[in-house]
């Protein structure tokens, strides 16, 4: 069984971080690149996949649009789903990123990257966390059970992130060296040896405002 994880197109707040403070993550949608880079993807998703293929999706509104251009060219009977356990990296209900008190970046210092929760939000050890449920309770049982030959994930940076750190076994070190995975791109999962490999195949040749 394939697994390719595929981060989101590039979005509003991408490009403009201020959004955050006034509307909540989830109801960022793609900017006109990001759509571009999404059918670019399209394109390329649909020379590898079959029939027997599941789509997940987190439901926030720039992997719906991302996932959404997906599904279209994939064959009909690919099921498509969403699940909240692959949504962002929640920061808070809103965050104001040119607000960071003395006490807050005092207690980040502190408690590292890994496990700094954000009032109102999540760690990265959060997520690092709904990423294990999620391999074990979803592609866990669509492994065992053969149900198909290719799983896609329409996710977030931080969630792949963590995806990467629990498969391959990654310590908490190693987050400072992650480099971020472009906008569009898609990591490709499979398991070699009984270990888990990962390679990225593709990368949107749009990546930029033009």
Do not use: C
Request: glycine share 2%.
């Amino acid at each position: 069984m394939n697994i390719y994880v595929i981060r989101h197109g590039e979005s509003e707040h991408n490009v403009d971080r201020t959004v955050m403070a006034h509307t909540h993550d989830s109801q960022h949608s793609l900017t006109e690149l990001g759509f571009r880079q999404a059918e670019q993807t399209a394109e390329f998703m649909k020379t590898i996949l079959n029939e027997q293929t599941v789509l997940f999706a987190s439901p926030y509104l720039r992997t719906k649009q991302t996932a959404q251009a997906i599904h279209r060219l994939l064959p009909e009977e690919v099921p498509f789903k969403e699940n909240p356990l692959i949504r962002e990296w929640e920061l808070g209900n809103l965050y104001d990123f040119t607000n960071r008190t003395p006490e807050v970046k005092k207690e980040y210092k502190a408690a590292g990257q890994f496990y700094f929760r954000y009032h109102n939000g999540e760690s990265l050890a959060d997520v690092y966390l709904r990423a294990s449920m999620f391999m074990n309770t979803k592609i866990e049982r669509i492994r065992q059970q053969q149900l198909y030959d290719n799983v896609v994930i329409v996710t977030h940076a931080a969630f792949i992130q963590m995806l990467l750190t629990f498969l391959m076994d990654w310590p908490v070190e190693s987050l400072a060296h992650f480099k971020p995975v472009e906008n569009a791109s898609v990591i490709k999962i499979f398991e070699e040896d009984g270990e888990y490999q990962f390679d990225k195949i593709y990368v949107p040749s749009i990546s930029q405002h033009v």
